[in-house]
């Protein structure tokens, strides 16, 4: 028997070094119940390491383009915006 409950499927939608961008994003998702994670939090940084790793949000597929609108009219300090400026 198969289990038709299929596993979420998420995508990168913006990488940053700076952890406030992640708190208010973290907000702004959650107040709008959109499935994500955030990849390399807990990463501890010593300034800008070139050896350093962005965080990275990660967001579900299904709420992937809600979450394109939610943040297009933030202006935070993000190193890339994943598809945002496509």
């Known amino acids: 028997m198969t289990d038709s409950k299929k596993e979420p499927q998420f995508k990168e939608l913006l990488r940053t070094f700076n952890q406030a961008d992640i708190v208010f994003i ?6 709008e119940g959109i499935l994500y994670y955030i990849n390399n939090e807990h990463v501890d940084m010593v ?37 945002l400026d496509d």
């Not at 973290?26 to 107040?31: H, M």
């Open 26 to 31: 973290k907000s702004l998702l959650n107040d």
């Open 47 to 83: 300034g800008m390491l070139s050896f350093a790793e962005p965080m990275r949000v990660m967001v579900e597929d299904d709420g992937f383009e809600q979450a394109k609108e939610i943040l297009a009219e933030f202006k935070g300090q993000f190193i890339k915006l994943s598809d």
